[in-house]
Every structure is written in C-alpha cells, then in structure tokens.
C-alpha cells in the first residue's frame, strides 16, 4: 500500500478508536472516514489496487461506527443532539455538546415553530411579523 493511503487509512482508524469513540458524535466520525475515502479517490498517481485496499479498510472502520448505532443498547441520535465542537467562548469548550450549538433547533418547539422559524429570519424587534392567518 502506498504511503499517502497509508496516512488516510491510519487517519480512518485513529477516528474510530481510543477518545474519539466516546467523545465524538457517530454522525462526525462517519462524515471525517468520508472525507479520508474521497481523499484516496483524488489521488491521481497511486495505482487502483491500492486505492481499492485503503478504501476497503476505511469501509470496515465506517461499518463499526454504523454497528455501534444499530446496538438495541444504543440510546442517542447519532448527532448527540445536534452537538457541537466548543471553542474558548461557548458553554462546553474543547468538547461536543448540544450547547455548544448556537443554531436553533427546530425540532422542539411545536405549535410555536412558525413563530420561531419567523424570528431567526428576522431577528430586527422593530420588523413586524405577520401570519398567515392575518393576512
């Protein structure tokens, strides 16, 4: 295997293993092993066989993220709610956390949602929003 493949496929299994299994959300360690996969498919002077090798690995190391999400014991979504990497400013810096999250999530609040969807749009409090039933 060339060593550039190499690199990607160790990259592919640090991402998989040791802290980030436990501290990382399942949908950030699927989405960074797709990143490695495409890195490998651009590499334009490294033969086939060894692309087709690295790559193969890196599916293995994908279907252990996705076999630690079908376990019946697994309880959270795969985002951790959305989470967040938390810089020096946010409520959990250094780590992944839903509160890190400073988008709104849509998903919480019911019969208020058009309401809300409203105002992240227009966040001005002098702009008047209308509804749709006043109009």
Known sequence: ??????????????????????????SVQLD??????ERIQKLAYVSQVDKD???????SYYNKVQDK?????????ETWQNAKHGNKGD?????????NNHEVDFSTYGDAFEGVIDSSLM????????????L
């Open 1 to 26: 295997m060339d060593d550039k493949i190499r690199k990607f496929v160790k990259r592919g299994k640090d991402i998989t293993s040791g802290v980030n299994k436990i501290s990382v959300p399942p």
């Open 32 to 37: 960074r092993i797709m990143n490695q996969v």
């Open 53 to 59: 090798e690295g790559i193969a690995l890196l599916w």
């Open 69 to 77: 999400l079908l376990d019946k014991r697994y309880t959270q979504d």
């Open 91 to 99: 409520p959990v810096p250094g780590a992944y956390s839903p509160r």
């Open 123 to 134: 966040p001005d409090s002098r702009t008047k929003i209308k509804n749709s039933g006043d």
